[in-house]
């Protein structure tokens, strides 16, 4: 079962900052937060990753909560092309073979 | 760097056949990971080969296996396919425990039962 609880979906108008919540209350000291999106018709898309602080890339930045139990995908400015599912998924650093387990995700819209 | 290799992309089978689906992970990736993606079940994992050795298997049956070439590539099997067997199967490769298990996806390998 997933371990995180995302909105099914969100809107936003292009341009304008996105915040992508993500809520994981059991997260083990060991989990790395993950953020994966996915575009119509293809495969998964890595995005970010985290531990315990704040990461940026050239995609996006992740927020993490001081007591870890929630995070927060921050896309800068968003463009048509960001228009996708996201994942939030927890996946322990102790783990030595991949079992990413992916809920729902959030289907985000973005309007010109 | 080439990126996740699947194939072939589209496929249609008829209830009773098998399939073959290839990956090809990124060069230097030794683990090799396979998804199914379904609008009713989402995203699950199937199984995953490090090493040539199956590490890890989701809660499917029997009929899917997979196996893992030496040069890191992978296959995975369906027999006897059914109706509810079409779906996008997706292969991720990765670098075990490298900075957070960060997995690359293929594009996916479309699969119709008819």
């Known amino acids: 079962d997933a371990k995180t609880t995302q909105p099914n979906s969100m809107e936003s108008n292009e341009e304008e900052p996105v915040h992508l919540p993500c809520n994981h209350s059991?997260?083990?000291?060991?989990?790395?937060i993950h953020w994966y999106r996915q575009l119509p018709s293809q495969g998964p898309e890595y995005v970010i990753h985290g531990l315990t602080s704040n990461v940026n890339n050239r995609m996006a930045s992740l927020a993490i909560a001081e007591d870890r139990k929630s995070s927060t995908l921050i896309l800068h400015r968003a463009t048509l092309r960001d228009a996708a599912v996201y994942y939030c998924?927890?996946?322990?650093?102790?783990?030595?073979?991949?079992?990413?387990?992916f809920g729902p995700g959030t289907r985000l819209s973005v309007l010109p | 760097k080439a990126g996740v290799t699947q194939t072939p992309r589209y496929l249609i089978k008829t209830r009773g056949q098998q399939v073959t689906l290839s990956c090809s992970p990124i060069?230097?990736?030794?683990?090799v990971s396979w998804y199914q993606q379904t609008p009713g079940q989402g995203l699950q994992f199937l199984f995953e080969?490090?090493?040539?050795?199956?590490?890890n298997k989701g809660n499917f049956p029997g009929r899917f296996s997979g196996r893992q070439f030496s040069n890191s590539r992978s296959e995975m099997n369906v027999s006897t396919l059914e109706l509810g067997d079409s779906a996008l199967y997706l292969c991720?490769?990765?670098?075990?425990?490298?900075?957070?298990?960060?997995?690359?996806f293929g594009e996916g390998s479309w699969l119709t039962v008819v």
């Open positions: 080969y490090f090493s040539e050795t199956q590490r």
């Open positions: 059991t997260i083990s000291g060991t989990d790395y």
């Open positions: 998924i927890l996946d322990s650093y102790l783990n030595y073979g991949q079992n990413f387990v």
């Open positions: 991720a490769s990765s670098i075990p425990r490298d900075s957070g298990n960060t997995i690359y």
């Open positions: 060069s230097g990736h030794r683990s």
